[in-house]
């Protein structure tokens, strides 16, 4: 194999595991962090009321 | 009209409205929000067109005919999707950051509140080298191109830039970028269409084809080794820029939360259009065997002054100045955002009033502008070398910064580590088996050719950062309670802080 071959499979891998690794945290945080957001903010709400 | 004059003329005209555009729009900076962050309510069309001017930067239009003309068709699209992938892949972190970070003014606001002080300290000096180095490289690129094609003097050129992009971003900062920025990424996008037609309709598009076929074939096929290498592996060195470089992480905390991963996406891929319309410049040169005595590097202006005529040396001063106006205009109030806010503010005088902060920030500005005027006039050789050699380190920390937006049990000791030795190994294959440190070497190896070079050190400095950061976290988790960042208010804005932008 051309060695600039590997160094390009190299690359892409490289990119699609950044890829992954950003839709996979949007998938852990989806629901996760709606669940933290109000609990923050209900006593937020309280307040200005 | 002299061609001298002229250049100094254009020079004037479009600095002269631009100084006008950022000054009208100052006078509603109040805080240090305003100054930093636009006030947190950019939208859309003022949001993509601040991403785009920010992004065409001076080697947008001189190096994607370098890329052209090294590895060919290969080239110009690498350069093109790599720096625009690059900024689309920013939008869904950019997204995350605005929630866990509302009040969030730079990147070193993150790294400080999301890891520990040595990452912090780490971080915050590798991004000053690379933003102060960008911003010198753009100041001596506009002092080289009006001294090449209008005969300028080359202290003249650069003071005369810094000058003018000082004026108005000392005193408006992110408000008077945003003003300027939506003239000049207008400006770059009607250019950028006009300027590559004229050079073809001077150099025939047919002739250029055959020459091309004739002279280096290779520069059309697919399957070039170098250029799918280019290919392949640029996307990952302009994410390192783009994920680490605070002026993004400004514009994610600037923008609307309703619009920001439109904003990025629809930035990133107007920006496309942009090298691939100037990189195909190189093809002329190819095409033609034309004689570059500055090397690939000097391929656009040679294109120019061979081809372009007055009317087309005028088109392409003023691309190119409103490129690099724009992008040191962002880096100027960039690095004066760290030194304002993670320098001044959280170590010289923590007790310091918004007030306060807000004036160290014009001072320092001011300094900027002095520093880079004063580095510049000496034109010094190793700042291109340092932007590639930076890529390495922006490299390493891609995966730090996305593991440490998403994920709550990132080891902080076992990043820091991986990050120093991903840099270390990455710098190694750069060097060839030596450890490259600009100014020095340590030889320890010897590499093979096809094994050293920015790309594969990007590639190695990229693979050991995230295999280490993702191991020493799931073997060793320390647990991160995201609502800590949530609820942090920068320490000159205790009392008041708008950190609810959502619409």
């Known amino acids: 194999m051309i060695p600039e071959y590997a160094w390009a499979l190299g690359g892409v891998l490289c990119l699609v595991t950044l890829f992954i690794m950003i839709a996979l945290g949007q998938a852990v945080t989806k629901n996760e962090w709606l669940d933290e957001v109000e609990a923050i903010e209900t006593p937020d709400e309280g307040r200005s009321e | 009209m002299n061609f001298q004059v002229l250049g100094i003329v254009i ?33 859309l069309a003022l949001g993509s067109a601040t991403i785009l001017a920010t992004w065409v930067t001076g080697n947008t239009i001189l190096a994607s005919p370098e890329s052209g003309y090294t590895y060919g068709v290969l080239g110009v699209l690498g350069y093109a999707v790599g720096g625009g992938v690059a900024v689309m892949a920013f939008a869904p972190l ?12 730079t990147v070193g606001d993150f790294f400080r509140l999301r890891y520990d002080g040595k990452n912090y300290w780490l971080f915050l000096i590798a991004l000053l080298v690379w933003d102060l180095g960008w911003l010198l490289t753009q100041g001596m690129a506009a002092g080289i191109i009006l001294e090449t094609i209008f005969g300028i003097p080359f202290a003249v050129g650069v003071i005369l830039t810094v000058g003018i992009v000082l ?46 076929i004739a002279l280096a074939p290779e520069t059309l096929r697919l399957d070039n080794p170098a250029g799918l290498l280019f290919l392949c592996v640029i996307p990952l060195i302009y994410a390192g820029e ?37 990189g195909t410049l190189a093809f002329v040169a190819v095409g033609s065997d034309m004689e570059l005595p500055g090397g690939p590097s000097s391929v656009a202006p040679e294109v ?15 691309l190119l100045w409103a490129a690099l106006a724009s ?24 007790n310091a009033t918004d007030r306060q902060v807000l004036s160290a920030g014009r001072i320092g500005t001011v300094v900027i502008a002095l520093i880079t005027i004063a580095t510049a006039l000496q034109r010094p050789s190793t700042l291109l070398s340092l932007l590639i050699w930076l890529g390495i380190i922006n490299a390493a920390y891609l995966t730090p910064v996305v593991v440490g937006a998403f994920f709550k049990r990132v080891n902080p000791t076992g990043a820091f580590c991986s990050i120093i030795v991903a840099i ?7 060097g060839g088996g030596s ?25 190695v400095s990229f693979a050991i950062a995230t295999i280490g950061t993702l191991l020493t976290s799931w073997i060793w988790p320390k647990h991160f309670d995201f609502r800590t960042m949530r609820d942090w208010v920068p320490l000159s804005k205790s009392e008041h802080v708008s950190t609810s932008p959502e619409v």
């Open chain 2, 327 to 350: 992008t040191m205009a962002a880096l100027m109030n960039g690095v004066a955002g760290i030194f304002m806010n993670d320098i001044y503010n959280n170590v010289i005088n923590r």
């Open chain 2, 11 to 43: 020079i004037v005209v479009l600095g002269a409205s631009w100084i006008y555009a950022g000054l009208k729009v100052s006078k509603r900076v109040s805080s240090t929000d305003d100054y930093l962050v636009g006030g947190r309510q950019v939208g």
């Open chain 2, 435 to 459: 450890m490259d440190l600009l100014f020095f070497q340590i030889p320890m190896f010897t590499f093979p050719d096809w094994a050293s070079g920015d790309l594969q050190g990007a590639v």
């Open chain 2, 94 to 105: 950019a997204a995350r950051l605005k929630k866990i970070l509302p009040a969030g003014r």
């Open chain 2, 242 to 278: 783009v994920f680490m470089d605070n002026t993004f992480w400004q514009r994610a905390f600037a923008l609307r939360a309703n619009v920001l991963k439109k904003t990025f996406i629809f930035a990133g891929i107007g920006w496309i259009f942009v090298p691939i319309a100037t």
């Open chain 2, 424 to 430: 270390a190994t990455g710098l190694v294959f750069y």
């Open chain 2, 304 to 318: 120019v002054s061979n081809l372009a005529g007055s009317l087309g040396s005028v088109f392409f001063l003023a």
């Open chain 2, 167 to 212: 004026t108005y971003v000392s005193i408006g900062g992110m408000m008077s970028v945003l003003s300027t920025d939506f003239l000049q990424s207008m400006l770059i996008m009607v250019l950028v269409f006009i300027f590559p037609a004229l050079i073809y309709w001077q150099a025939n598009p047919r002739e250029v084809y055959d020459g091309m």
